[in-house]
Nanobody, 125 residues
């Protein structure tokens, strides 16, 4: 069974940066999709960025993070990263990495089968 472990969350002031990391277990489907999602209190889980494993390209970014967040993968080590710059108070949420097998790779939380425990990001104004 695939396991995901996030780290790197914390508290920053608006305009600051954080880099989240996610370690993915070795038994992940190499043809599958991985991504970052977030969930703010009282809101649903929303997609931040997704990419197909083994690809150097990120499949999709949510409009609200384009130009500010960068999703990268160390495919050899099975590590995922989310570099977050120019953070805003609206970015405050629990951030999760997720994985799924199969061809679909969309910013839709219900598509994903496996989730990490989450890491909290808090941005103050």
């Amino acid at each position: 069974q695939v396991h995901l472990v996030e780290s790197g969350g914390g508290s920053v002031q608006a305009g600051g940066s954080l880099k989240l990391s996610c370690i993915v277990s070795k038994d992940i489907d190499r043809r599958g999709c991985v991504g970052w999602f977030r969930q703010a209190p009282g809101k649903g889980r929303e997609g931040v960025a997704v990419a197909r494993l083994g690809s150097d390209k990120t499949t999709a970014y949510a409009d609200f993070v384009k130009g500010r967040f960068t999703f990268s993968r160390d495919n050899a080590a099975n590590n995922l990263y989310l570099q977050m710059n120019s953070l805003k108070p609206d970015d405050t949420a629990m951030y999760y990495c997720a994985a799924r097998s199969g061809w679909a790779c969309r910013l839709i939380a219900s598509d994903f089968f496996t989730w990490g425990q989450g890491t909290q990001v808090t941005v103050s104004s």
